[in-house]
Protein backbone atom coordinates (compact mmCIF):
# COMPACT_ATOMS: atom_id res chain seq x y z
CA UNK A 1 0.00 0.00 0.00
CA UNK A 2 1.56 3.60 -1.18
CA UNK A 3 2.55 5.62 2.27
CA UNK A 4 4.44 8.86 2.43
CA UNK A 5 7.60 9.01 3.34
CA UNK A 6 9.44 11.49 5.74
CA UNK A 7 13.31 12.05 6.37
CA UNK A 8 14.96 11.89 8.26
CA UNK A 9 13.27 10.55 11.52
CA UNK A 10 15.08 12.48 13.94
CA UNK A 11 17.52 15.81 13.04
CA UNK A 12 19.17 17.56 16.19
CA UNK A 13 20.38 20.79 15.53
CA UNK A 14 21.53 23.91 17.12
CA UNK A 15 19.26 27.37 17.69
CA UNK A 16 20.15 29.62 14.47
CA UNK A 17 20.90 26.27 12.12
CA UNK A 18 18.70 25.86 8.93
CA UNK A 19 16.88 22.60 8.10
CA UNK A 20 15.09 20.84 5.80
CA UNK A 21 12.66 18.34 6.33
CA UNK A 22 11.76 15.90 3.45
CA UNK A 23 8.92 14.43 2.62
CA UNK A 24 7.63 11.87 -0.44
CA UNK A 25 3.75 12.34 -0.55
CA UNK A 26 1.89 9.48 -2.35
CA UNK A 27 2.52 9.53 -6.15
CA UNK A 28 -0.72 10.10 -7.62
CA UNK A 29 -1.58 12.99 -4.71
CA UNK A 30 -1.63 16.59 -5.48
CA UNK A 31 -2.31 18.22 -2.44
CA UNK A 32 0.63 18.05 0.25
CA UNK A 33 0.88 19.39 3.86
CA UNK A 34 2.71 20.17 6.45
CA UNK A 35 1.73 19.87 10.76
CA UNK A 36 3.54 19.95 13.65
CA UNK A 37 3.17 18.24 17.03
CA UNK A 38 4.98 19.84 19.98
CA UNK A 39 5.19 17.12 22.36
CA UNK A 40 1.91 16.85 24.46
CA UNK A 41 -0.09 19.08 22.32
CA UNK A 42 -2.76 18.90 20.04
CA UNK A 43 -1.41 18.61 15.65
CA UNK A 44 -1.16 22.03 14.25
CA UNK A 45 -1.47 22.90 10.66
CA UNK A 46 1.76 25.16 9.15
CA UNK A 47 0.85 25.04 5.15
CA UNK A 48 -0.81 23.20 2.78
CA UNK A 49 0.52 22.95 -1.12
CA UNK A 50 -1.23 22.93 -4.65
CA UNK A 51 -0.05 22.96 -8.13
CA UNK A 52 3.19 24.43 -6.86
CA UNK A 53 1.87 26.82 -4.53
CA UNK A 54 1.26 27.52 -0.88
CA UNK A 55 -2.90 27.48 -0.67
CA UNK A 56 -3.25 28.18 2.18
CA UNK A 57 -0.98 28.71 5.70
CA UNK A 58 -1.38 29.50 9.01
CA UNK A 59 -0.26 31.65 11.82
CA UNK A 60 2.73 29.95 12.65
CA UNK A 61 3.71 29.57 9.15
CA UNK A 62 5.75 32.64 8.95
CA UNK A 63 8.75 34.01 7.12
CA UNK A 64 11.22 31.23 8.62
CA UNK A 65 9.61 28.54 7.02
CA UNK A 66 9.16 28.09 3.02
CA UNK A 67 8.07 25.33 1.37
CA UNK A 68 9.37 23.74 -2.15
CA UNK A 69 8.28 20.83 -4.44
CA UNK A 70 11.75 20.31 -6.16
CA UNK A 71 11.28 17.63 -8.48
CA UNK A 72 8.34 15.39 -9.22
CA UNK A 73 8.25 13.15 -5.83
CA UNK A 74 9.72 15.25 -2.99
CA UNK A 75 8.01 18.10 -1.12
CA UNK A 76 10.43 19.75 1.85
CA UNK A 77 9.88 22.30 4.77
CA UNK A 78 12.64 24.63 5.33
CA UNK A 79 13.31 26.20 8.13
CA UNK A 80 15.68 28.82 8.03
CA UNK A 81 16.83 29.86 11.65
CA UNK A 82 15.67 27.69 14.53
CA UNK A 83 14.56 28.42 17.53
CA UNK A 84 14.18 26.03 20.63
CA UNK A 85 10.15 26.61 20.12
CA UNK A 86 10.78 24.85 17.19
CA UNK A 87 11.41 21.69 18.60
CA UNK A 88 8.61 19.34 17.92
CA UNK A 89 7.44 16.32 15.32
CA UNK A 90 6.67 17.45 11.27
CA UNK A 91 4.33 15.49 9.80
CA UNK A 92 3.97 15.67 6.25
CA UNK A 93 0.67 13.93 4.55
CA UNK A 94 -1.11 13.84 1.29
CA UNK A 95 -4.43 13.75 -0.15
CA UNK A 96 -5.50 13.02 -4.01
CA UNK A 97 -7.54 15.40 -5.80
CA UNK A 98 -11.27 14.46 -5.70
CA UNK A 99 -10.82 12.83 -1.63
CA UNK A 100 -10.27 14.77 1.41
CA UNK A 101 -9.21 12.33 3.67
CA UNK A 102 -5.08 13.16 4.17
CA UNK A 103 -2.87 10.40 5.13
CA UNK A 104 0.30 11.44 7.52
CA UNK A 105 4.02 10.31 6.97
CA UNK A 106 5.96 8.87 9.93
CA UNK A 107 7.39 12.13 11.11
CA UNK A 108 10.45 14.23 11.73
CA UNK A 109 11.23 14.45 15.10
CA UNK A 110 12.80 17.83 15.38
CA UNK A 111 15.16 18.85 18.30
CA UNK A 112 16.79 22.56 18.71
CA UNK A 113 19.29 22.49 21.30
CA UNK B 1 -11.17 30.92 16.87
CA UNK B 2 -12.09 27.65 15.02
CA UNK B 3 -12.09 24.82 17.74
CA UNK B 4 -12.32 21.54 18.06
CA UNK B 5 -13.04 20.16 21.95
CA UNK B 6 -12.56 16.43 23.17
CA UNK B 7 -12.61 15.10 26.83
CA UNK B 8 -8.50 14.32 27.25
CA UNK B 9 -9.73 11.15 28.96
CA UNK B 10 -8.18 8.73 29.57
CA UNK B 11 -11.74 6.46 28.89
CA UNK B 12 -10.96 3.39 30.09
CA UNK B 13 -12.98 0.53 28.92
CA UNK B 14 -13.06 -3.64 29.34
CA UNK B 15 -12.17 -5.57 26.81
CA UNK B 16 -15.09 -6.43 24.96
CA UNK B 17 -17.26 -3.44 25.57
CA UNK B 18 -18.30 -0.30 23.41
CA UNK B 19 -15.90 2.47 23.52
CA UNK B 20 -17.44 6.20 22.93
CA UNK B 21 -15.65 9.25 22.00
CA UNK B 22 -17.03 12.57 21.38
CA UNK B 23 -15.79 15.88 19.98
CA UNK B 24 -17.38 19.26 19.47
CA UNK B 25 -16.40 22.18 16.52
CA UNK B 26 -17.05 25.24 16.47
CA UNK B 27 -16.81 26.08 13.03
CA UNK B 28 -20.21 25.84 11.51
CA UNK B 29 -18.78 26.16 8.08
CA UNK B 30 -16.98 22.23 8.13
CA UNK B 31 -17.72 19.94 6.08
CA UNK B 32 -15.97 16.75 6.86
CA UNK B 33 -14.81 15.37 9.49
CA UNK B 34 -12.22 12.81 10.50
CA UNK B 35 -11.15 10.29 13.18
CA UNK B 36 -7.59 9.54 13.62
CA UNK B 37 -5.59 7.09 16.14
CA UNK B 38 -2.58 7.99 17.35
CA UNK B 39 -0.12 4.92 19.36
CA UNK B 40 2.37 7.49 21.41
CA UNK B 41 5.21 8.66 19.39
CA UNK B 42 3.65 7.90 15.80
CA UNK B 43 1.70 9.96 13.00
CA UNK B 44 -2.16 10.05 13.21
CA UNK B 45 -3.66 6.91 11.36
CA UNK B 46 -6.90 7.31 9.88
CA UNK B 47 -9.58 5.25 10.96
CA UNK B 48 -12.51 7.25 9.12
CA UNK B 49 -14.30 10.08 7.82
CA UNK B 50 -18.17 11.26 7.85
CA UNK B 51 -19.44 14.00 5.28
CA UNK B 52 -23.27 13.77 5.98
CA UNK B 53 -25.33 14.01 9.02
CA UNK B 54 -26.12 9.99 10.70
CA UNK B 55 -24.14 6.92 10.87
CA UNK B 56 -21.43 5.84 8.84
CA UNK B 57 -20.13 2.36 9.82
CA UNK B 58 -17.05 0.85 8.93
CA UNK B 59 -16.29 -2.58 10.63
CA UNK B 60 -16.21 -2.01 14.47
CA UNK B 61 -16.18 1.16 14.22
CA UNK B 62 -19.04 3.68 13.71
CA UNK B 63 -18.89 7.54 13.13
CA UNK B 64 -21.92 9.60 14.34
CA UNK B 65 -22.34 13.05 12.70
CA UNK B 66 -25.07 15.82 13.99
CA UNK B 67 -24.34 19.12 12.19
CA UNK B 68 -26.97 20.83 14.37
CA UNK B 69 -25.70 20.41 17.42
CA UNK B 70 -21.72 20.67 16.06
CA UNK B 71 -21.20 17.19 17.21
CA UNK B 72 -19.59 14.19 16.12
CA UNK B 73 -18.83 10.66 17.68
CA UNK B 74 -16.82 7.46 17.46
CA UNK B 75 -18.09 4.28 18.57
CA UNK B 76 -15.81 1.48 18.94
CA UNK B 77 -17.63 -1.98 19.18
CA UNK B 78 -15.62 -4.98 20.80
CA UNK B 79 -13.15 -3.00 22.46
CA UNK B 80 -9.62 -4.63 21.64
CA UNK B 81 -6.30 -3.93 23.95
CA UNK B 82 -4.81 -2.82 20.83
CA UNK B 83 -7.52 -0.14 20.41
CA UNK B 84 -5.29 1.51 23.35
CA UNK B 85 -4.42 4.96 21.95
CA UNK B 86 -4.97 8.49 21.38
CA UNK B 87 -8.27 9.35 19.51
CA UNK B 88 -7.79 12.84 17.52
CA UNK B 89 -10.83 14.04 15.91
CA UNK B 90 -10.53 16.53 12.94
CA UNK B 91 -12.82 19.05 10.61
CA UNK B 92 -12.00 21.02 7.83
CA UNK B 93 -13.78 23.27 5.69
CA UNK B 94 -13.89 20.55 2.52
CA UNK B 95 -13.08 21.75 -1.20
CA UNK B 96 -10.61 24.18 -1.08
CA UNK B 97 -9.90 24.92 2.74
CA UNK B 98 -8.59 21.80 3.35
CA UNK B 99 -6.71 22.09 6.27
CA UNK B 100 -7.15 20.26 8.71
CA UNK B 101 -7.71 21.35 12.25
CA UNK B 102 -7.41 19.05 15.04
CA UNK B 103 -8.63 18.52 18.65
CA UNK B 104 -6.31 17.89 21.11
CA UNK B 105 -7.43 13.94 21.85
CA UNK B 106 -8.66 11.25 23.75
CA UNK B 107 -6.71 9.15 25.36
CA UNK B 108 -8.26 5.42 25.37
CA UNK B 109 -7.61 2.65 27.59
CA UNK B 110 -8.93 -1.00 26.55
CA UNK B 111 -8.03 -3.70 29.44
CA UNK B 112 -7.74 -7.05 29.23
Known amino acids: EPEVTQTPSHQVTQMGQEVILRCVPI?????FYWYRQILGQKVEFLVS????????KSEIFDDQFSVERPDGSNFTLKIRSTKLEDSAMYFC???????????FGPGTRLLVL | QKEVEQNSGPLSVPEGAIASLNCTYS??????FFWYRQYSGKSPELIMFIYSNGDKEDGRFTAQLNKASQYVSLLIRDSQPSDSATYLC????????????FGSGTRLQVQP
Open chain 2, 27 to 32: DRGSQS
Open chain 1, 49 to 56: FYNNEISE
Open chain 2, 90 to 101: AVNRGTGRRALT
Open chain 1, 27 to 31: SNHLY
Open chain 1, 93 to 103: ASNARQAETQY
